[in-house]
């Protein structure tokens, strides 16, 4: 997808029928269901909480009651056993049936040998109702029995708790129905306030799965309540940022395509140029350079052979060898500067060398110092071919227009790169981008740079800052060793 594609692509809202489909994933609980079970485990705790303190509560107070109860019986009784000592049984027995239920206990009389002789009527209160089984084993304690001793029998009190366990019940079944229907009115209200606040999420979790599927064109609508705003605000911010993120990202790569292309394009656009330019210097070497020599002997021969004969022949024939000698020394002057044939048989080295003793030549009254720091590894032939062409361009640049007084050439290498310096002491030219760009031999300089971007190096003009006479400028390149078209190779201490 190219920019233009991705540009084109409307904004997709995340709308409430795409939410519809959103669902949690394989295994999981949504949201809504785990705040729903953690709100009603947390009510259902309380309400066992206060069922609990409940059956607590009337624990206590059955154990309070009967110990009361058993109490106040038995010290009654103890104060009636005269009754028996001085009537007997049986007025003892009258006695208990007017005395009746002495709270909750049950009193009987037994006679020496076991047999009852009384026991105390059942209570009337809540006649023909218990509470539950399960219900007396939680709140009942432990039944206290006390026996007193009478002449020739016994009077047993034992605690009946059933009234106020019933008690307990009512109370308990009365807490358990508000509990119940507050906890369902809570419930509901818990419910739907989870549900309004949660509505806008479903919706959320859609866009982020469009997002997910790559539709970076997808925006939330403006959500209801505070958390659903921020996530949606973040959420659409989020997806701008990647969306334009990739927009450059796709702008970048059509531009490095595009450079990438144009340098394959440019690159054999100099191999050709550069054969051309080397079937030309051939051809002037070879068959040109042979007509030129011919035609040197010829005028040699002319001029022996008219000797004293014919003068003004014999003038005309120098003239010829002296026209065809400084056509000979022109056409051996242009072919290194069409290519550098000497490469086929020597190394860089070797050809810059035979270069500035040529230049050292033409122009005697300036400096021209040469220096390589190491002995250079082997370079393919682009390598030495770019590293032979940034050299020649920046030395006859250096002595046609600057004007200068001193030249330096310089060449190290490692084992990643080859480092080319070519500086001078002349007037320089504007790196700020004021003077054209084809002035004075500036279209030389381009193409420097774009033969050695197109090998993946570096080119750069400065002003050297070694140099303290005139502005000057230093012609500076970085080869890579091996040759990746696909990088381009940073120099050390230069950024990329």
């Known amino acids: ?245 990739l927009i450059e990202r796709l702008r970048a790569f059509e531009v490095e395509r595009s450079l990438s292309e144009s340098r394959e394009l440019a690159r054999q656009i100099e191999h050709h140029m550069e054969r051309e330019r080397r079937e030309i210097a051939r051809e002037l070497h070879d068959e040109l350079g042979q007509s030129v020599t011919a035609i040197r002997s010829l005028a040699a021969s002319l001029v022996l052979r008219l000797g004293e004969r014919d003068p003004q022949g014999r003038e005309l024939a120098g003239l010829i060898g002296s026209e065809a000698l400084r056509l000979d020394d022109a056409m051996h002057s242009l072919i290194p500067r069409l290519a550098p044939l000497a490469l086929d048989q020597l190394n860089l080295a070797d050809c810059l060398s035979d270069l500035v003793a040529s230049a050292r030549q033409r122009e005697p009254a300036i400096e021209i110092v040469f220096n390589i720091d190491a002995p250079l590894p082997e370079l393919d032939g682009d390598t030495a071919l770019a590293a032979y062409r940034v050299v020649q361009e920046a030395l006859n640049n250096a002595l046609r227009h600057s004007g200068a007084h001193r030249i330096a050439i310089m060449l190290s290498a490692n084992e990643r790169l080859l480092d080319i310096s070519v500086s001078d002491d002349g007037q320089g030219l504007s790196l700020d981008g004021s003077e054209p760009l084809q002035h004075k031999g500036r279209y030389g300089l381009r193409g420097l740079r774009e033969r050695v971007r197109a090998l993946g190096g570096r080119f750069e003009l400065a002003s050297p800052s070694a140099l303290d006479t005139g502005r000057g400028l230093r012609v500076q390149a970085w080869l890579p060793l091996q040759l990746n078209a696909s990088a381009t190779v940073a120099p050390p201490g230069v950024p990329r």
């Open 1 to 245: 997808m190219t920019t233009s594609d991705l540009s084109a692509l409307p904004s997709t809202p995340a709308t409430p029928a795409a939410a519809a489909t959103a669902r949690p994933g394989p295994g999981g609980l949504s949201l809504r269901l785990r705040i729903h079970l953690i709100v009603a485990g947390l009510m259902a705790l309380f309400v066992a909480t206060l069922l609990w303190l409940q059956i607590d509560a009337t624990r206590r107070s059955v154990h309070e009651e009967i110990v009361g109860a058993n109490r106040v019986a038995a010290q009654l009784l103890q104060r009636v056993t005269w009754v028996y000592t001085r009537s007997g049984p049986q007025a003892l027995i009258e006695f208990l049936a007017q005395l009746g239920r002495v709270r909750a206990n049950d009193i009987s009389l037994l006679d020496e040998h076991g047999q009852l002789l009384y026991r105390s009527p059942p209570s009337t209160y809540k006649e023909g109702r218990n509470a539950p089984d399960w219900y007396s084993r939680l709140v009942v304690p432990p039944l206290q029995r006390q026996v007193i001793a009478l002449p020739g029998g016994q009077l047993a009190v034992e605690a009946d708790p059933s009234r106020a366990i019933l008690d307990g019940w009512d109370d308990f079944r009365v807490l358990v129905g508000v509990a119940g229907a507050a906890l369902l009115l809570l419930l509901g209200g818990v419910f739907w306030l989870v549900g309004r606040t949660l509505r806008p999420f479903p919706t959320i979790v859609a866009a982020l799965e469009r997002i997910e599927r790559g539709d970076l064109r997808t925006r939330l609508p403006e959500l209801r309540g505070h958390e659903a705003a921020t996530i949606g605000a973040a959420i659409n911010r989020m997806s701008a940022a990647v969306e334009g993120h």
